[in-house]
Nanobody, 127 residues
């Protein structure tokens, strides 16, 4: 099993900055793509940013130039640096990871690829 744990959310004033982190742990062989999504109250979840293992990134148009996604492959952690925050950025931010995990079985072990999600962290932008 693999767990994703987010941290770093909170309350920030408009124009401020915040960094959220997501650490993966467990029976990890490797992590492929990682990403951040958000869901505002009454709205559908949307992709905010994603990053490949090699570091290629893509962003939602609404956050381009303000948010930066990065990752540490040694620590199995993905970060989202959010600058120039706006009230409309208020949402629950969740990370996901495309994980190849190790499964222990009688007589040996095998690999399984599976998508995991964190529990989410609240980001509120308000004065």
């Amino acid at each position: 099993q693999v767990q994703l744990v987010e941290s770093g959310g909170g309350l920030v004033q408009p124009g401020g900055s915040l960094r959220v982190s997501c650490a993966a742990s467990g029976s990890i062989f490797s992590i492929n793509d990682m990403g951040w999504h958000r869901q505002a109250s009454g709205k559908q979840r949307e992709l905010v940013a994603a990053i490949t293992r090699g570091g290629s990134t893509n962003y939602a148009n609404s956050v381009k130039g303000r948010f930066t996604i990065s990752r540490d492959n040694i620590k199995n952690t993905v970060y989202l640096q959010m600058n120039s925050l706006k009230p409309e950025d208020t949402a629950v931010y969740s990370c996901n990871a495309d994980v190849t995990e190790v499964l222990l079985q009688v007589g040996g072990q095998s690999l399984r690829r599976r998508n995991y999600w964190g529990q989410g962290t609240q980001v509120t932008v308000s004065s």
